[in-house]
C-alpha cells in the first residue's frame, strides 16, 4: 500500500513510497504522472528500508524522504 505521497505540479508527477514487507526489506518510491500514467520506479524494492514521508525541493529539484527504522 502507499504510504507517503507527494504532488509535484510543476513537472506534473505523483511520487509515493511503500514500506513494503517490514521482514522482506522490500520498500521502494515510485513515481507517475499526475494521470497514474507512466509508473516509474524511483528507488527499487531493497534499496530502501521501510521509506514513510516524501519532501521534493523544487528549487535543486531532489526528494528525500524518511525510513522508519532510520536505516536510510
Known sequence: ????LIV???AGHLYWTNMGNLKANDGFILRSD???RNVTTI???GATFTPKQL???AKSKKLYWCD???CA
Do not use: F, I, N, S
Not at 1 to 4: A, L, V, W
Open 68 to 70: 522508519r527504522e532510520g
Open 55 to 57: 519532501q521534493l525541493e
Open 43 to 45: 528507488v527499487p524494492k
Open 34 to 36: 499526475l494521470d497514474g
Open 8 to 10: 509535484d505540479t510543476a
Open 1 to 4: 500500500m502507499p504510504d507517503g
